[in-house]
């Protein structure tokens, strides 16, 4: 018996977006199958990465940033394929009013321990489109009183300590 491999570059397997869209039909069950964009990281980005709604984006640093006064430009597509830019001040986010986009910028500002997952916010903000707003704080409440119902203390434990986190560094800038 024979093993071979095929080792591809990152460019041949992310290359180039395609917008192709399939119609697969499997007993008696059509479904739609299309691509989606994904940005790999790069050593001047500080996140790169999305949800399950199709949104997927990089985050980088402004020129204008400072120290005092980060500021960053997310770019990448929403979950309807469409592209976006936009420009967050680190100081101006409302932990009780913040979009998917200006939680990761956080999360990757902060350096936001995630654990052994993708992200350190509560499973329910994989849900969020663009244009969605959380507010983060309750969410984290809400999982802290689940895990903490479950008895899992350790995920209970996580959050908590990914909820003051924001909350620390929220406070700083007020």
């Keep these: 018996m024979r093993i071979g491999s095929v080792v591809q570059s990152a460019s041949e397997v992310f290359g180039k977006q395609q917008n192709n869209s399939k119609t697969y039909v499997a007993e ?12 790999l990281k790069t050593d001047d980005m500080l996140f790169s990465g999305g949800n399950g709604t199709g949104l997927s984006f990089y985050i980088k640093y402004a020129e204008e940033s400072t120290e005092d006064n980060p500021v ?50 509560p499973q329910e903000t994989g849900c969020m489109g663009l244009n969605d707003r959380c ?8 999982v802290i009183q689940d895990m903490n119902k479950l008895g899992r203390y350790d995920l209970q434990m996580f959050y908590m300590r990914n909820m003051n986190t924001y ?4 406070s700083k800038h007020k």
């Design 167 to 170: 909350l620390n560094a929220s």
């Design 72 to 121: 960053v430009i997310a770019k990448g597509v929403d979950e309807n394929g469409k592209e976006f830019e936009e420009k967050i001040n680190i100081n101006d986010i409302n932990l009780r009013n913040a979009s998917y986009v200006e939680m990761s910028a956080l999360e990757a500002y902060y350096n936001v321990d995630k654990g052994n997952s993708l992200s350190s916010f």
């Design 135 to 142: 507010d983060l704080i309750s969410s984290f409440e809400k």
């Design 28 to 39: 008696n069950e059509a479904f739609s199958q299309t691509s989606v964009k994904v940005y």
